[in-house]
């Protein structure tokens, strides 16, 4: 079992933060994230065939629950379980499929982690049985947009979810993304979905935003999102940010997926100083000591 160790409990206590951040507490039910005096890490662990980067690796569940276990032993604070690749122009699985793919790799980790698990999907039927398994985030890359059912579940559970910011569909969003503002409209955006969400019964302190890196965005776009992250983290909500290897890396650096290392790691930094909360990341041990860096900077090292 993985527990949370005391220096991880002290670093939920100090200071407050940066200014314009969040600087709370994300109560989930194994235990607390604090974005007081440190980023949390949350780890990609994705179960599919064909996701961009680690696609096709996870095949077997017990491999995906060595992984996971490997991941939190790396500083991972959440691992981030998906079923289904949302990956440009990728077609969406059945709900059958996906609960295939996630369930056994909830229930295992959840067996033998005690670090919050999430669950990556869009779909309330299977984020309902995967928090029945004892996931503890919902991690909704449409923002409660696609599965009008997902945020009575969210609601009812009382879990905290992710909203996140896409234009368009994983199928289409990448054929022309247009935006005037681009951080004004995902932030009006974000805006938007936290008062439904309020107005549905989800509490506010269970809302993390995300401004959906790659999610119906040119490379200016997610350039031009980094670079106003201050502006998004005034919403006062954490703020999730997820660049890990993502094809913006590879078009500046000209590198394929398995050479993205150094350009997420750069971008998980200044996602850091510019009010991250949370970095989403394949590479969680170089993630993990990047982002120690950046919190050092960001919040002082507590001598
Ligand atoms: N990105 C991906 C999937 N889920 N969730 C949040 N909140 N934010 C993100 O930026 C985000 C996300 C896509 O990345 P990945 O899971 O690595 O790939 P795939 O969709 O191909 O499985």
Do not use: W
Request: one cysteine or more.
């Amino acid at each position: 079992m993985i527990h949370f160790s005391p220096a991880d409990s002290s670093l939920a206590c100090g200071p407050a933060a940066a200014s314009g951040t969040a600087t709370g507490n994300l109560l989930t039910r194994h235990g607390r994230l604090s974005f007081s005096r440190r980023t949390a890490i949350m780890a990609i662990l994705n179960v599919t065939p064909d996701s961009f980067c680690d696609g096709g690796r996870r095949l077997d569940p017990e491999r995906a629950i060595a992984d996971g276990i490997e991941m939190a032993e790396a500083g991972a604070d959440v691992i981030d379980i998906g079923g289904e690749s949302t990956r440009p122009g990728a077609r969406p699985v059945s709900e059958d499929e996906e609960l295939e793919r996630v369930l056994p790799v909830v229930r295992g980790l959840r067996h033998g982690l005690s670090i919050p698990i999430s669950i990556d999907t869009y779909k309330s039927g299977v984020a309902r049985a995967a928090l029945g398994e004892g996931a503890d985030i919902v991690n909704d890359i449409s923002a409660l947009r696609f599965d009008t059912a997902m945020v009575g579940l969210v609601a009812a559970e009382k879990v905290p979810v992710v909203l996140m910011h896409m234009q368009g569909t994983p199928r289409t969003m990448q054929a022309e993304p247009r935006y005037h503002d681009v951080v004004r409209e995902v932030g009006d955006f974000l805006a938007a979905q936290i008062r439904y969400a309020v107005e549905q019964g989800v509490e506010q302190d269970n809302i993390i935003v995300d401004p959906g890196i790659g999610f119906g965005k040119s490379l200016n776009h997610n350039l031009a999102l980094l670079r106003g992250l201050p502006e998004l983290a005034s919403l006062g909500q954490p703020l999730l940010v997820g660049a890990s290897r993502k094809t913006f890396i590879g078009k500046i650096l000209g590198a394929e997926p398995s050479e993205r290392l150094e350009g997420s790691l750069a971008a998980a930094v200044a996602a850091v100083l510019a009010g991250a909360n949370v970095i989403r990341a394949h590479d969680v041990k170089e993630t993990r000591n990047a982002v120690r860096i950046a919190d050092a900077i960001r919040f002082g090292a507590g001598e």
